[in-house]
Every structure is written in C-alpha cells, then in structure tokens.
C-alpha cells in the first residue's frame, strides 16, 4: 500500500463547476499536510497547508480528518487555469514529505 | 529575494557519462531535498540533506547515484555512467530550519535529463 494514495483522474470539469478531491495517508504519525499543483510537468507549487480545523483561500478549501486518514481539497467555481494536477503532501516528521501521485484536473470552457 | 535555483534546465549526455545537477537553496534555507519525476508518473523522494549531512537517502538508488551538500557552495546530485532509464526531471526543494516541524517545501524548475 502506498504512503500517499490519491485518484489519479483524471477530472473533467465545465467552468465554474465544483470538484472534490481525497487523499489517504497511511502513517497515523504524520503532522502536516499540503496540497501542491503541477502545471505539464513544470515544479510543484504550494497551494495550501492544511489545519487540523479545516482552511479556505479564495476559492480554495482544505480539510483533514486525522481518524479517518484522509485530506481534502474543493475548488468552488472552477476556472480554465485551474487546470493541473494537484499533489498531496504528507510530512511525518524529520523532515522528508510524502508525495502522492497527483490527481489531474481538465477545466473545460 | 531569489527562490531555489537549479542548473542547468536541461542536460544532454551520452550513455555511460556522468551527469551532475546543481541546486542552491532559497536564502535562509538550510535544508535541502531532492525528487525524481519520470515520464508519465508522480514525484519519488531520492534524498534529503542539510549542510555537510545526509539525513535520508532511504530513496536514492544503491548504485551511480550520489548527493552532496557542501558547507559552501551549492548542493550536488551526481550520476555516474548514465543510463537511457536515468531520463527524467530532477527537482531540488528546500525549507527552512525547523523543518521537524513541518515547514513546506519550495521547489526549484528542475532539470530535465536526457540520455542519448
């Protein structure tokens, strides 16, 4: 079993759509939790950290349950460039982060 | 401010060369990690280094591969006699101290290899 397990998608979405993504993390040991995207295979930016009490950017909500294991993320009114994939980050400490494989977002006009 | 930065962005060598990728942290970092992303397939953590030290290299191949991290200077991810299979991107990352707490990563453009 993977450390970081997400759906790979891939997602396809008209505009201004909502969409839901999880991720499991097997190490109930794991302290903190990101959420990245890649665009076509350019580096990893940071989207968001995720808290324990849930947390939102602009159109972007993050949450965590620490019983069930698994993070999530919503994007609200979906826009073309949100189009990318969106990597899920486990840290279980010492720090090295666990990478999921990414699930793949298509925005469609 | 200067985020992380890799050299160079793409890098060509025949099969049995070797390939050295550089990669100078963002100012104030002092941690530094390295991934490998193959065609068509997510991130794969290789090693994580601070200065003079390598602290996980659970991820890093048994052999030609090897990392650095000089107390000057940038740090070096070398590959020895290179093989077609060694074609991918390599992106470096770093975080700040306190990174047992959880600080996130900030990765650099990564270098693309490719293996003639």
């Known amino acids: 079993r993977k450390e970081v397990e997400q759906d790979p998608g891939p997602f396809n979405v008209p505009e201004g759509a909502t969409v839901a993504f999880n991720c499991t993390y097997s190490?109930?040991?794991?302290?903190?939790f990101f959420w990245y995207r890649q665009d076509c295979r350019k580096e990893p930016k940071l989207l968001m950290s995720?808290?324990?009490s849930g947390n939102e950017d602009g159109r972007f909500t993050a949450q965590l349950n620490r019983a069930s294991q698994y993070i999530s993320l919503l994007i609200r009114d979906s826009k073309l460039s949100d189009s990318a994939t969106y990597l899920c980050?486990?840290?279980?400490?010492?720090?090295?982060?666990?990478f999921g494989d990414g699930t793949t977002l298509t925005v469609k006009p | 401010n200067a985020g992380v930065m890799q050299n160079p962005r793409h890098l060509v060598r025949r099969r049995g060369q070797e390939a050295r990728l550089r990669c100078s942290p963002m100012k104030g970092h002092s941690h530094v990690y390295w991934y490998r992303q193959l065609p068509e397939e997510g991130l794969k953590f290789m090693v994580y280094l601070q200065k003079e030290n390598i602290i996980d290299e659970s991820g890093m191949p048994k052999e030609r591969f090897s990392a650095e991290f000089p107390k000057e200077g940038p740090s070096i991810l070398r590959i020895q006699q290179v093989v077609r299979g060694d074609s991918a991107a390599y992106f470096c990352?770093?975080?700040?101290?306190?990174?047992?707490?959880?600080?996130?990563?900030?990765f650099g453009d990564g270098t693309r290899l490719s293996i003639l």
């Open positions: 190490n109930s040991a794991s302290q903190s």
């Open positions: 990352a770093s975080s700040p101290p306190g990174a047992q707490t959880g600080q996130p990563q900030h």
């Open positions: 995720v808290y324990s």
């Open positions: 980050v486990v840290n279980a400490g010492a720090g090295k982060s666990t």
